[in-house]
């Protein structure tokens, strides 16, 4: 069962504004991209694979949220196959050009504001003692 890290009622909390109709979906791949980008960190779970610490599980819900905003204001869909920006306007945010996407299958897109909130949380860079 693949881990989820934050619900739609979180990411309407992180964003202002309500969860899309597929947010389950968004938020599902979104938490694969955070646990691609975690592969070396080390970080106490339970039987199901969840983080136990309180601090890591709201590093994770934010970077879980993060992604899913950053994705929408990028035009992706969650599946890494839109392309970066080429006009896109949310609100007063207007983004323009194009920019490439990871040279890599195995590399993920991270959210800058999901790549904070797991350095913050100590997770990146992963470092294993």
């Known amino acids: 069962m693949p881990r989820v890290y934050a619900t739609p ?13 597929d947010a389950d979906r968004l938020l599902a791949r979104a938490s694969e991209d955070v646990d691609d ?3 070396s960190a080390v970080y106490d779970t339970d039987a199901l694979g969840m983080p136990t610490d ?4 709201a590093a994770l819900a934010d970077a879980a949220c993060a992604q ?7 035009g992706d ?3 890494g196959a839109a392309g ?8 007063p945010v207007s983004l323009s050009g194009r920019q490439s996407g990871p040279q890599a299958a195995g590399d993920v897109d991270l959210a800058p504001r999901a790549h904070r909130a797991l350095k913050r ?3 990146l860079p992963g470092v294993i003692w």
Do not use: F
């Open 77 to 79: 869909d969650g599946t």
């Open 37 to 39: 980008a975690l592969l």
């Open 68 to 74: 899913v905003e950053y994705q929408q204001a990028t």
């Open 84 to 91: 970066r920006w080429d006009a896109v306007s949310i609100g």
């Open 54 to 57: 309180p601090k890591i599980v």
């Open 121 to 123: 949380a100590g997770l």
């Open 9 to 21: 009622e979180q990411l309407t909390a992180w964003t202002g504004q309500p969860a899309p109709p």
